[in-house]
């Protein structure tokens, strides 16, 4: 991480690296600017966390390394923010578990589309999904329910960080596995998901690739002691506690 004139020392040096990254996304046509809003609210709920990830936030992300290794078609959903924030590791997990990268955004225009998967491309991920647009999830208005037939819609894991409400429901009525990364516990996305991942998505995909390396070896056995030792509720309240008190669980 080098693409600001601030010693990594400094004590702000993360979150003023997450800031530009998201200035330069608007600037390049990548991040909407309500994703600047949505970064702002992400970023009151890291401070009060410590800006660290949390133990059950540690555990949730192993859960979810468990449920992409034992997937059959999963697929990691890219957004305008996830992108321009994180778009070479994106490419490491989905090579980790084997995943398609699909680009599914709020607010579906052809030209972030197009932005979004090239520059996907540029850090190194090969295949992008999400400009075919042949398939539906079912429940939402056209524009935001479109989504690749191949990818999302035939999916059985999903990660789908930082993800509006409405569609973080819908994905979860077409019973798929929802792994969300979101900053705020109370949202209705990490309410719905199996597996939410209260922590800052700079840190959650590489933990989760972390740990996904570390269970490349597993045993399904393994994997699915995992997934069943993992729970929602328990995760969300540790996480509303954490913050509430300061980052301690
Ligand atoms: O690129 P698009 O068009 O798909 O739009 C993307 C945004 C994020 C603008 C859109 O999905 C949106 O409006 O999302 P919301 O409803 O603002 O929800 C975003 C959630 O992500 C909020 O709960 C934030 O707290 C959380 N969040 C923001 N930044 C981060 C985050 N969670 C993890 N890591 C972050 N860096």
Known sequence: MSDIEIPESHPRYQSLLTRHRIEA?????????????AQGRGEAFDYLL?????????????AAAAHLLLADHPVVSVNGNVAA???????????????DVEVNLFNRTEERMQAIADHLREHGVDEVKGLTADGRIPGLDHER????????????????????GDRAEALGEMDKVEIVVDLNPMSRSAQVATVPIVDNIIRALPNITVHAEELSGASCEELEAIVADFDADDALGAAEKAIRSGGDE
């Open 85 to 99: 924030l994180c778009p070479a590791e994106v490419g490491e997990l989905a090579e980790a578990v084997g995943a």
């Open 25 to 37: 996304g608007v600037e390049k046509g990548i991040t909407s600017n309500q994703g600047l809003i």
């Open 145 to 164: 329910a479109k989504v690749d037939a191949d990818g999302i819609r035939s999916a059985d894991v999903v990660v789908v960080p930082l993800e509006d």
């Open 50 to 62: 410590g800006e660290q990830t949390i133990p059950s936030a540690d555990a949730a992300e192993r």
